[in-house]
């Protein structure tokens, strides 16, 4: 049941802006406002705006490895990857500015390669990791460092993610899919045994 507190409206509130107008927008006072608190009500919540930040942020981390953990996977290895990468992909596509924030800004206690991979601290780098792990150990790909491994593929897809939500590319929506996934078979390809 979703409840209805002040901290939930003020969460609730802070993703619309997000969403509709980008991290910028969302300001402690604009918050408060959508709310109908006072600027100073939303400080006890969340002690500044990077804390709230954080806060959407980890939401869609959160988010992000539901859908992760909810797909259904079918097929090859090869085939297994790519459902994975389209989950990343349809994640992105759907939610382009909380993407930006998860990915693109610097934030306090975001993980980092790779030392927090390492240990299992990233549940949406992990189902790649454990999948390609199980690709080297079946011989469907070349034995090499599961996670130097999995890191390039999340660079590759966010690379090629990012410069298509920035403008830099004329394809349609379909046709960027079939390039995304175009890429990441090559990718896999060449590490395949």
């Known amino acids: 049941m979703a409840l209805n507190t002040t901290a939930d409206k003020i969460a609730r509130a802070a993703r619309m802006l997000l969403d509709a107008e980008g991290a910028d927008a969302v ?16 400080y006890r919540h969340y002690a500044d705006r990077e804390g709230l930040l954080n806060a959407l942020a980890d939401e869609g981390f959160e988010e992000l490895a539901a859908w992760l953990k909810g797909t259904v996977l079918s097929g090859d290895m090869g085939e297994r990857l790519s459902m994975l990468a389209d989950v990343y992909l349809e994640h992105a596509l759907e939610n382009p500015r909380l993407f930006e924030l998860m990915f693109l800004k610097p934030r306090a206690g975001a993980r980092r390669y790779p030392e927090d991979f390492r240990t299992g601290l990233s549940p949406t780098a992990n189902p790649f990791a454990e999948l390609i792990r199980e690709g080297m150990e079946s011989g469907y790909l070349r034995v090499e460092d599961v996670w130097s491994v999995t890191f390039e593929v999340g660079a590759l897809s966010h690379g090629l993610i990012m410069l298509y939500l920035g403008g830099r590319t004329s394809m349609s929506p379909e046709d960027f899919r079939r390039f995304y996934q175009r890429s990441l078979r090559r990718y896999v390809d060449g590490i395949r045994n």
């Open 27 to 42: 300001t402690m006072r604009r918050v408060a406002k959508a709310v109908g608190i006072t600027p100073m009500a939303v």
